[in-house]
């Protein structure tokens, strides 16, 4: 099973794609990290974002999508242009799934990753989005 984890931040979808297979993680390559939109206002723009995502998700045979959970009110909100993101994201004709910081820092610490994250070659700027998916993947393997 395939899960591409997505961190939306301002006008950008950070992603990381995480198999499991025969008793292992696996982090394929993977040609983009993340998705810039400039003009999200613009209805091609969006419409552009949408098709680029699913066509990676189709390419890359990802079974399921898990985004991370923005607030929508208050200091930490997250921005317009990133709930546009998720809802062209939500569009993509695969499951999607929101989880929580909360539900990720369990479900983590419950099943510590067992390689240094600096070894897997992904960038930085990558990391939250490779820990909702090791989250996800977690839940499914283990029980919610």
Not at 25 to 34: A, M, S
């Given at each position: 099973?395939?899960?591409?984890?997505?961190?939306?931040?301002?006008?950008?979808?950070?992603?990381?794609?995480?198999?499991?297979s025969?008793?292992?993680?696996?982090?394929?390559?993977?040609?983009?990290?993340?998705?810039?939109v400039?003009?999200?206002?613009?209805?091609?723009?969006?419409?552009?974002?949408?098709?680029?995502?699913?066509?990676?998700?189709?390419?890359?045979?990802?079974?399921?999508?898990?985004?991370?959970?923005?607030?929508?009110?208050?200091k930490?909100?997250?921005?317009?242009?990133?709930?546009?993101?998720?809802?062209?994201?939500q569009?993509?004709?695969?499951?999607?799934?929101?989880?929580?910081?909360?539900?990720?820092?369990?479900?983590?610490?419950?099943?510590?990753?067992?390689?240094?994250?600096?070894?897997?070659?992904?960038?930085?700027?990558?990391?939250?989005?490779?820990?909702?998916?090791?989250?996800?993947?977690?839940?499914?393997?283990?029980?919610?």
């Open positions: 099973m395939r899960v591409c984890g997505v961190e939306l931040k301002g006008g950008e979808a950070i992603i990381c794609i995480l198999g499991y025969n008793g292992a993680f696996d982090v394929p390559e993977c040609r983009q990290r993340l998705f810039a400039s003009q999200s206002a613009a209805t091609d723009s969006i419409r552009d974002f949408h098709f680029a995502f699913a066509k990676l998700m189709q390419d890359y045979q990802v079974d399921e999508v898990v985004v991370i959970e923005r607030d929508q009110k208050g930490l909100a997250g921005s317009a242009t990133s709930f546009k993101l998720e809802a062209a994201i569009l993509v004709d695969k499951p999607v799934k929101l989880i929580s910081q909360a539900t990720m820092k369990e479900k983590i610490k419950l099943n510590k990753l067992q390689v240094d994250f600096d070894s897997l070659g992904l960038k930085k700027f990558q990391k939250p989005a490779f820990n909702a998916a090791y989250a996800y993947q977690n839940g499914l393997l283990f029980g919610d």
